[in-house]
């Protein structure tokens, strides 16, 4: 039985299982910090985020636990691997942890795996612990380049895949039959498997570059990833929402972690996409820029055009 859904794009797919799983007034636990976009259909469909505590290796199973027994949410949502934006990837252990904790309370799962192709070795998805439960979303898009954007849902069950379809369909009808073809094309003649060499190459060049660059500074990162996670020290002189609006102005997609927060107590920290720039050589000079407006904070007091 068919339990998969071709769609585009991935945003799409959470608005359906979202608006599937929780009805206005529901609930979706998560990490303390999370894709915005999450944030943002949340809220458009009236339904509350309840974050989870969380430690260096992602949400904690057993404050998972205690969401279950006192107040049952209707999913869990993760994106366990490079997470957006402290590029976290959750070990096997604390993979299955949380799927067991999922599948006592029977919780659905929504996995958000939209950088899952890009790690060599990456754990095994959060699905393989737990099926019957899990919705895993993964596409094109944040792997190959934000115009390919194709994904798919793996469904527990052939019925629940039906019943997504029909809220996928609600939403936006169908896929592009020529954005599908072209994607399935990469896949059956190698292409697809060429472009994730070089896009992992190319990011690890650029993780190289910050390493060298931003040697002074603490901040997280993954090899295969497109973004880096900056902590900002208040002895700096910056505060993390003006330091990232101060990099937006000269180019640079800095965002502070106040987008990111699900619990009204963001972190004083910066994600920095690395994806931006054309070349290795415009990459390092924004990584430059970066390293000399954090390191001066002068640049507090001149104008934000």
């Not at 067991?100 to 029977?106: E, I, T």
């Not at 069950?157 to 072209?182: E, K, N």
Request: charged share 20%; net charge neutral.
């Amino acid at each position: 039985m068919k339990t998969r859904c071709s769609f585009a794009p991935a945003f799409t797919a959470l608005v359906a299982l979202v608006s599937q799983l929780a009805r206005p007034g529901g609930m979706i636990c998560l990490d303390t910090l999370a894709y915005p976009g999450i944030k943002a259909i949340a809220a458009q469909l009236g339904v509350r985020l309840q974050a989870l505590a969380r430690d260096d290796d992602g949400p904690l199973a057993h404050a998972f636990e205690a969401l279950c027994r006192s107040d049952k949410p209707n999913a869990f949502y993760c994106n366990p691997t490079i997470q957006n934006p402290s590029t976290v990837t959750l070990s096997s252990k604390r993979r299955e942890a949380l799927a067991d904790v999922a599948l006592r309370y029977s919780v659905p799962i929504i996995e958000d795996d939209a950088y899952g192709m890009l790690p060599v070795n990456a754990p095994d998805a959060m699905v393989s612990f737990a099926p019957d439960l899990t919705y895993y979303v993964t596409g094109f898009s944040k792997s190959f380049g934000a115009g390919l954007r194709v994904a798919y849902i793996r469904a527990p069950s052939s019925r629940r895949a039906q019943h997504l379809a029909g809220a996928l369909r609600a939403t936006t009808v169908m896929a592009s039959p020529f954005t599908m073809l072209l994607a399935t094309q990469w896949v059956r003649d190698g292409t697809a498997d060429l472009m994730l060499d070089a896009i992992r190459a190319e990011s690890a060049a650029r993780q190289e570059i910050a390493s060298r660059v931003l040697s002074k500074w603490k901040f997280d990162a993954d090899p295969a990833g497109f973004h880096f996670w900056m902590p900002i020290d208040s002895a700096c002189g910056w505060q993390a929402s003006e330091l990232a609006l101060q990099l937006r102005s000269q180019g640079i997609g800095a965002v502070s972690a106040t987008a990111f927060a699900t619990d009204g107590n963001p972190p004083e920290a910066i994600r920095v996409c690395l994806g931006g720039p054309k070349n290795l050589d415009e990459c390092e000079d924004a990584l430059r820029l970066i390293a000399d407006t954090v390191e001066h904070p002068h640049h507090l007091h001149l104008p934000v055009m």
